[in-house]
């Protein structure tokens, strides 16, 4: 690993340091700061394994509001210090400091606009005098640990400064204090992700697990090779983008406040404090797992391996085959996990279900399909995104009745907006899916189908017995065939049989282990497939898979990208939406006084291994809750 580079000067000579800097203690560092005696940009790599500090100067009436900003957004803002006013000293951070003299450079701003860098702010002794110090955390402090996990760290390769973005994300404002949030990105080795997380997790008071991981444009970065600060630091062939909150955050709020006068550290010339950084191993309470969601954009999240343990476990459960099909040859492992990952990053949603079995039958639904599409919706209100549900326009009106009656039940919490799709021209898809047809304005970011016909390699739509019933059915695939030409747009298919829409993923498998799976085959593939025993098994797994994620703290946080206070305050709200038997009991009997019946993979009568299926299926719904707790 390379050392930084600096020069100093030593009695009238400019002498090159290139050894020792990361190896002296804080003290030796900051009095070479305090005299002048470096001549570089950054204090990335020195004083390795001691904490460095951010640092906010702001008049004494606007501290308390300001240090509520940093505890309302402690990803980027973590507190290591607040002075007294008038007090260049933090004792508790290290000794023999005086903050006028001991940041390699400083910003002055008036009125909110930066009028100047100094190298001290002695000039400003009796303005201090009233002036609060807050010595917040910084990213610096955790590159020893990713170093020592052999995880290169570019921008010290690089001698540089890292590379700091202002992002689209609004912090959690307080009083004056309001800003966007600001991050760090280092690149890294794909292959070294989760090594990095799991280093930098547990030390919350350097910024802790990364808030990003993936395309820079899902933070609204529009220009990647230009960073807002810092310097552009150039990543290897196989690196990923990897982003932390970043105490930069600080001097756009400073910036936003408008106050007649205050100073902060300059980007990347942080204060060093005579603290060791946190043993990561001692503090790892969880452990937090990476997994990929998308590939385009590339984008990854974080969850606990608890969590994940729990979601796997549901997977299980639902994959068993009440009807000796096969169904188990479809399975695909973590696809329940990484579905539910994505749809927890969403904010909009549309699902679509109906699977027209009894054509000869008016309605010719069956009961497989809507009660697993209300159980998702019913979460997804809970959890605060918007969702809609398509169907076929000859089924509208049936399911406004159903929607009505399960709000009334207390199933839904409010009516789901329904929509149908005609497929009239050959831009319909994207013109349902993005405003004006524009791919870079997605009305959803996930598209769920549950036991919903899904168009076979012919063109046309067969039940499990060959049947075609296109003409029962509209054309919905386009929609997810059109998703798959809209960045950030990711799509989930569930099914029991192979035939149902988003199943073209396995349709190999199918083929070969399924009942006429040659002709019924779905080929239209989902980027997620759940294969379910029942297909509302696999609506009730998704319900209870986002209650896990959300309730999951490692997941909470990525999500909210460590700005703004923890959503488990609302965990009982969650758990309300859960499905349970006595909702699904309603639900069925709200279906047959509907005249929906039971279809043939889903049939209430059929036995299996010797007990009723609707036992089956409500003690499915109790094995699938008793993961939960």
Known sequence: MASPEVKIALEGEEMIFTGGLRSLLPLAVRNLIRFNKLNTSSTSGMAEGYKQANVVILHKSLADNFEKFCHANNGPLPLLYRSKPGDWKCPSLSSNSDIRTDCLQYRVYEYGLCTGTLTSLKEYSDQLKDMVIFYLGCSFSFEKAVQKLGVPVRNIEQKSNVSMYKTDVPCLSVATFCCNLV????????????????????????????????????????????????????????????????????????????????????????????????????????????????????????????????????????????????????????????????????????????????????????????PGAIAIAAMLQALGKYVIIVTDLRAMNLFKQIIEEAVQQGILKAPVPLMSYQGDASESALMFLCDDGNVKKPRFDHLIAIERAGMAADGNYYNARKINIKHLVDPIDELFIAARTIPGVTTTGIGDGGNELGMGKVKEALKKHIKNGDIIACDVEADFTIVAGVSNWGGYAVACSLYILNTCEIHDRYLRKAIGFPRLSKKVAWASALPSVTKEENLLQILRHHGVRSGITASLEMEVDGLSFYSTHSDMIEKLLGVLH
């Open 183 to 370: 991050v760090t990105m280092r690149p890294i080795p794909e292959d070294k992700l989760e090594a990095v997380v799991l280093a930098t997790y547990p030390l919350k008071e350097s910024h802790g697990a990364p808030v990003h991981i993936g395309d820079a444009g899902l933070l609204g970065i529009q220009d990647f090779s230009n960073p807002d600060y810092g310097d552009p630091v150039q990543p290897h062939p196989g690196d990923v983008p990897v982003f932390w909150a970043c105490g930069v955050t600080g001097m756009e709020a400073i910036s936003n406040c408008k106050s007649p006068l205050a100073f902060t550290h300059s980007p990347g010339c942080m204060f060093i404090t005579d603290q060791k950084n946190e043993d990561a191993e001692a503090y790892l309470k969880e452990i937090p797992e990476v997994h990929c969601i998308s590939q385009s954009p590339l984008y990854y999240s974080i969850v606990s391996a608890a969590a994940v343990k729990r979601i796997r476990d549901l997977e299980s459960l639902i994959g068993i085959d009440p009807g000796h099909r096969g169904v188990k040859h479809l399975f695909c492992q973590d696809q329940l996990l990484k579905a539910c990952l994505s749809i927890s990053h969403a904010q909009s949603v549309l699902i679509t279900t109906g699977f027209p079995t009894h054509f000869n039958h008016e309605p010719p639904e069956e009961n497989d399909g809507p």
